[in-house]
């Protein structure tokens, strides 16, 4: 069932909020569990049917409508009890119609005549329309699949709903499908006559680079939040910009602005400012499996052939940027067709790189064909691990423990990828943790929440402390980010702040929980600072006492 809700009121609102916070047994008290509803004389257990209520024979209640799975049947169960006190019988159930397989019912009065229509999805393509052509209390089915005859013919799963989100009065469609994003038309027709048109905007739309998705986020326009820029099957680089926040990301195809880096097909590309200009350069890979370096101009991007004449990765090069030694500078991890890793350390500065290969950096990974790497602190104690996908869809974690690379299966149990998997980690959401955006061989994305604690314990070889202390803050002087590593004597809060030289406060960031023993926060504060001196101030507290650590650090764009 759709409902169009009014407009809060705020001061009750705010009422309310206080209750919950002084009262906590009454918001405990707000829902209980009643078996007797749907009790086993009643309602049979049908396995992942899809409930919808409605007041179906205007008799003031509301009546169940079932979508079954593997029949794909609708079955209707008039309230033959009260408003405030529902039975539902299987004696008094009906079955109305057959979609196939997997029912999602929705209702609504599309049509606007004051009685309940009903629009049904299913697990094969397309919609059922039934128009309610009896009247508010004496449903008549009137099936009219024209409605709907255009939309979802290429998608499985579809599950939608009606609602008025333009704020004409007209109902709009909302639909899942299989492949998880949402897709939102307007009805710019008539009640009648509805004409969908999609709108893109709202829930950020299907991103599709056309084949060969290769992504990599990287806060290009420096707002504060990340970007995605990917490869595709076709070399041309794509970019969408982040033109919704650092926790919330709404994406803009602004492809143009790097129209210039293309090279053979199949193109892999990564960011990061390696001159000290402020503007962050590209390396691309491709097919051909070599690197590319292109030099952000400030109005574009200009190859420069000398940077990696000579290197060869075979075939299908994916390289990402990435401080693996924590000097400051940027070095490359890159894969290639055959399963390998490669690491090239940058010899030179934060300002002028020079890249060598290290062989046999990551001992004798292999991971089968087509390797994408990407890199970041997964586990949080401090160094880089390394996550990489491959052509048979398998995404694999690599803990970097002492400079060994250790597969932890564990750690991405459950993320399933498509072919040709090229996986890429950020700060999706802004809660302190890397998040897990996947490309795959259709061109499209798949977005994986890291929903584990932001900060975790791991084990010291030293016994527990008896006071808190930072132990080092690396690197420092930084350019995107920087390390905070501690010590707590028990689990504790802890309030992190930054002060630029005038002592105004630049950052700030708030940890509910600190586990006892050793701990590192990883801080990207690009976007927060521009080049100069801050000061730090770092305040713990648990049960018994307070600690403040102070300090400064120096950030170099």
């Known amino acids: ?46 396995p992942f049917s899809q409930p919808r209520f409605a007041d179906l024979d205007a008799d003031g209640d509301y009546d169940l409508l079932l979508g079954l799975s593997e029949s794909g049947e609708l079955k209707f169960y008039p309230n033959s009890g009260t408003p405030d006190s529902a039975i539902f019988l299987e004696t008094q159930s009906q079955t109305w119609f057959d979609v196939g397989l997997y029912a999602y019912p929705c209702f609504a009065d599309l049509d606007n005549d004051v009685d309940i229509d009903l629009l049904v999805g299913r697990d094969v ?7 309610n052509t009896g009247g508010s209390a004496s449903l008549q089915w009137q099936a009219d699949n024209s409605v709907f005859a255009s939309l979802a013919q290429s998608t499985y799963w579809n ?12 109902k709009d469609l909302i639909y899942g499908t299989a492949a998880g994003p949402l897709n939102y038309y307007v009805n710019t027709g008539s009640f009648s006559s509805p004409t969908w048109t999609a709108d893109n905007s709202l829930f ?63 193109s892999a590309v990564t960011l990061g400012d390696v001159n000290g200009d402020s503007l962050p350069d590209a390396v691309a890979g491709d097919m051909q499996g070599q690197l590319f370096f292109h030099k952000n101009t400030g109005s574009g991007f200009t190859y420069v052939s000398s940077v990696f004449a000579g290197i060869d990765l075979g075939c299908s090069s994916a390289p990402e ?97 498509g072919q040709n998997a090229a996986p890429a980690l950020s700060d999706l959401d802004d809660d302190g943790d890397l998040d897990l955006t996947i490309g795959n061989y259709d061109g499209t994305f798949s977005y994986f929440e890291n929903i584990n604690a932001s900060f975790i314990r791991y084990q010291g070889e030293d016994k527990l402390p008896t006071k808190f202390e930072i132990v080092s803050v690396y690197p420092n002087p930084f350019n995107n980010y920087t390390n905070f590593k501690g010590r707590a004597p028990e689990e504790g809060k802890l309030v992190l702040s930054i002060f630029n030289i005038l002592g105004q406060k630049v950052y700030h960031r708030s940890i509910d929980r600190i586990y006892a023993g050793d701990f590192h926060i990883r801080l990207e504060l690009s976007q927060h600072l521009s080049t100069g001196v801050y000061h730090y101030v770092v305040n713990y507290r648990n049960h018994k006492e307070n600690f403040i650590n102070t300090g400064k650090i120096v950030y170099l764009k």
């Open 1 to 46: 069932m759709s409902k169009i809700y009014p407009k809060p009121n705020l001061f009750l609102l705010k009422l309310l909020s206080v209750v919950f916070l002084l009262a906590p047994g009454i918001y405990a008290q707000l829902w209980q569990q009643n078996d007797l509803i749907f009790n086993p004389s009643g309602v049979p257990s049908l």
């Open 125 to 131: 393509s397309g919609f059922y329309y039934y128009r």
């Open 159 to 170: 599950s939608p709903c009606l609602v008025d989100l333009s704020g004409d009065g007209k």
């Open 204 to 266: 950020g739309g299907v991103l599709d680079v056309g084949g060969a998705s290769s992504p990599f986020l990287f806060d290009f326009d420096y707002d504060g939040d990340p970007d995605l820029i990917s490869g595709s099957q076709t070399g041309n680089i794509k970019y969408y910009r982040n033109i919704g926040s650092a926790s919330a990301p709404a994406w803009q195809a602004a492809h143009d602005g790097f129209s210039a880096i293309k090279h053979s097909i199949y």
């Open 321 to 417: 940027l990435i401080d693996m030694d924590f000097d400051g500078d940027l070095d490359i991890v890159a894969g290639n067709e055959d399963g390998n890793l490669f690491y090239f350390e940058n010899t030179g500065k934060s300002d002028s790189a020079a890249w060598v290969e290290v062989a046999g950096f990551f001992g004798n990974i292999d991971v089968g064909s087509h390797c994408v790497p990407t890199a970041g602190d997964i586990d949080n104690d401090g160094d880089i691990d390394i996550i990489t996908g491959d052509l048979f869809r398998e995404i694999q974690f690599f803990e970097n423990v002492n400079g060994a690379w250790v597969e932890n299966p564990a750690v991405l149990a459950g993320i399933t990828a």
